[in-house]
């Protein structure tokens, strides 16, 4: 049973209307009984809004909003769309006039670009988006109306709780590289889980307009061209940043992971050694990041 004033409830707790406020209204995470009994049903802190008091979960899945920075796989190509996997049950759909075409130009997407639409965005490609709009039947649509939202390679994803993952300002980040002698990196934070940690993509310059044969040339160039061993070892050292804040049920922001691969080179660890039980232990100990 909660004490008067409690901001946390646990599965099972009864009598909460007695304790939360006699003329409240309870939404989800409550159960209301025949006599009036409300009892909580998930495990998480309360949330107030007027009158109406609901409970969210510590665990649940991802729920989508309108401006969210989602990261996801392609998983068809259909027609003037595509059907993307961002951790819902359903897939999301990416319209192909919600596209960025290169220069940011601004026209129809005619039969050309509609033929070409696996140059863009093929079967598997993992591509960062925002989401645009989320509908009553439980369908979301994307767009990739900025040159930030593009395929992804060279790097690696991570999933994660997406309660990890909280809504801010800044989803896009540079990890600065000078200290551990290579260039910077980009860390992209989905709000659906999924993290990203790879080589910066820059957008190929001077193309006005898109040309299936020349993107596909430029992404074989970029995808498989030589990445430094000191970048590779500090993606890794990022992603494994990751992994430990995850395993450790810690918010994934920028300041946490500079926190973990700071304290990991100063023990003179390598990047694989990051999992072991004993850094774990070590960093709960000595740093009391819990």
């Known amino acids: 049973m909660p004490s008067p004033g409690a ?3 646990s599965p099972g707790e009864s009598n909460l209307a007695a304790h939360l406020g006699k003329g409240s209204l309870f939404g989800h995470g409550f159960q209301v009984s025949l006599s009036d009994d409300v009892t909580s049903n998930v495990c998480g802190p309360l949330a107030l809004v007027n009158k109406l ?3 969210r979960p510590l ?8 401006g969210d920075v989602v990261l996801g796989r392609v998983s068809e190509v259909l027609a003037k769309r595509w059907k993307v996997d961002i951790n819902i ?3 999301a759909v990416l319209h192909l006039s919600a596209v960025h075409l290169p220069d ?3 026209r129809r997407r005619n039969y050309d670009d509609e033929l070409d639409m696996r140059a863009r965005y093929g079967d598997r490609d993992l591509i960062s988006a925002e989401v645009q709009g989320c509908f009553s039947d439980g369908s979301v649509a994307l767009h990739t109306r900025i040159s930030a939202y593009s395929r992804k390679f060279n790097g690696q994803h991570i999933q994660v ?4 993952v909280k809504r801010g300002k800044r989803h896009f980040c540079d990890f600065q590289g000078e200290n551990y002698g290579c260039t910077d990196i980009e860390v992209i934070y989905g709000c659906n889980g999924l993290i990203w940690v790879g080589q910066s993509s820059k957008e190929a310059p001077g193309r006005s307009s898109f040309d299936a044969d020349t993107a596909r040339v430029d992404e074989a160039h970029d995808r498989f061209s030589y990445v430094q061993r000191a970048v590779r070892e500090l993606i890794c050292r990022v992603a494994n940043s990751v992994r430990v804040l995850a395993a ?3 918010v994934v922001d920028p300041h946490n992971i500079i926190d973990v691969c700071q304290h990991s080179t100063f023990l003179g660890l390598q990047p694989k050694d990051m999992m072991i039980s004993s850094f774990l232990n070590h960093l709960v100990r000595e740093r ?3």
């Open 7 to 9: 901001s946390f409830v």
């Open 248 to 250: 450790l049920g810690m």
């Open 89 to 91: 049950p359903h897939d």
């Open 104 to 106: 940011g130009i601004q």
């Open 59 to 66: 665990r649940s899945q991802y729920l989508p909003e309108i």
């Open 161 to 164: 709780l997406p309660t990890l």
């Open 288 to 290: 009391g990041l819990v």
């Open 53 to 55: 008091i609901s409970a």
